[in-house]
């Protein structure tokens, strides 16, 4: 199975906005809506965590760091998870990962941010 695609990454100033996507080439919308969707972070020098995560049904959970600024969503009618980052701040920055539809560690997305 081919690994998810994450997009919408990009460099922004310290408290602006950006959306990430991904999808799940394939991706049925059964697996789509029965697995969990999340997203995960790696910054240079540091392992990667996880920002945030949906369980179909479920409220999403956030890390300690992102709570009020990032949302995680879905489309099922485009098998998409998004990520809305507001308030972004240099500590963001990290490559963007994610989790769907069963599948995970695609290219990832660049997300730089400058104070």
């Excluded at 990454?9 to 969990?36: E, M, W, Y």
């Excluded at 485009?78 to 308030?87: A, D, E, H, P, V």
């Amino acid at each position: 199975q081919a690994p998810p695609v994450e997009s919408g990454g990009g460099s922004v100033q310290a408290g602006g906005s950006l959306r990430l996507s991904c999808r799940a080439p394939g991706c049925i919308l059964s697996t789509f809506s029965g697995n969990v969707m999340a997203w995960y972070r790696q910054a240079p020098g540091k392992q990667r965590e996880l920002v945030a995560s949906l369980i179909s049904g479920g409220s999403p959970d956030y890390a300690d760091s992102v709570k009020g600024r990032f949302a995680i969503s879905r489309d099922n009618t485009k098998k998409t998870i998004f990520l809305q980052m507001n308030s972004l701040k240099p500590e963001d920055t990290a490559v963007y990962y994610c989790d769907v539809c069963g599948r995970r560690w695609g290219q990832g997305t660049q997300v730089t941010v400058s104070s």
